[in-house]
Antibody
Framework: QVQLVQSGSELKKPGASVKVSCKASGYTFTSYAMNWVRQAPGQGLEWMGWINTNTGNPTYAQGFTGRFVFSLDTSVSTAYLQISSLKAEDTAVYYC??????????WGKGTTVTVSS | EIVLTQSPGTLSLSPGERATLSCRASQSVSSSYLAWYQQKPGQAPRLLIYGASSRATGIPDRFSGSGSGTDFTLTISRLEPEDFAVYYCQQYGSSPDTFGQGTRLEIK
């Protein structure tokens, strides 16, 4: 079945970096774009941007430029989100979500990133 | 950026009742690109409705979506205990994609 499996929770200190993975299975990875969505504690959903899984070209939403990088390894059907120079306000659950053309029909279970000294 | 405003913020109803959730956009949204999601605590969002009115795979027919332009509605005809959750609308037609702030549906 179609699924996205994300890497486990991370606890990082301010200023460190983190790389979250999202491994796809059950479909052709390069046939659908991949989105990233952030959910801060107790808050709503915030779209971070997406990556074209054919070309590797990323598009970042405002507020997610500079420290946030989307990347791919198509050989293992995996998308990555890297966040550098972590701040306390980056503490959140990060979801990958497969594009469906008009919505996000498939979501990973989320990766909790906690930034604390 | 299209801002989506959901109302009410919290809706308190009993099982068996009908729920009506609203999503209003700051600009016109193509109906093809308006979706609704359900999120339960500790879980990822689940797609319920896409294209404003099409049910996603496996979604019970008590869930229905309607609307066009700037006003969209999610209706749950008869609430089941498992329906109490947070619901988000999303517009996908105009970059950046945006979500509403959510409506919490709680048991009365």
């Amino acid at each position: 079945q179609v699924q996205l499996v994300q890497s486990g929770s991370e606890l990082k200190k301010p200023g460190a970096s983190v790389k979250v993975s999202c491994k796809a299975s059950g479909y052709t990875f390069t046939s659908y774009a991949m989105n990233w969505v952030r959910q801060a504690p107790g808050q709503g959903l915030e779209w971070m941007g997406w990556i074209n899984t054919n070309t590797g070209n990323p598009t970042y939403a405002q507020g997610f430029t500079g420290r946030f990088v989307f990347s791919l390894d198509t050989s293992v059907s995996t998308a990555y989100l890297q966040i550098s120079s972590l701040k306390a306000e980056d503490t959140a659950v990060y979801y990958c979500a497969r594009d469906g053309g008009s919505s996000f029909p498939v979501w990973g279970k989320g990766t909790t990133v906690t930034v604390s000294s | 950026e299209i801002v989506l405003t959901q109302s009410p913020g919290t809706l308190s109803l009993s099982p068996g009742e009908r729920a009506t959730l609203s999503c209003r956009a700051s600009q016109s949204v193509s109906s093809s690109y308006l979706a609704w999601y359900q999120q339960k605590p500790g879980q990822a969002p689940r797609l319920l409705i896409y294209g404003a009115s099409s049910r996603a795979t496996g979604i019970p027919d008590r869930f229905s979506g309607s609307g066009s332009g700037t006003d969209f509605t999610l209706t749950i005809s008869r609430l089941e205990p498992e329906d109490f959750a947070v619901y988000y609308c999303q517009q996908y037609g105009s970059s950046p994609d945006t979500f509403g702030q959510g409506t919490r549906l709680e048991i009365k």
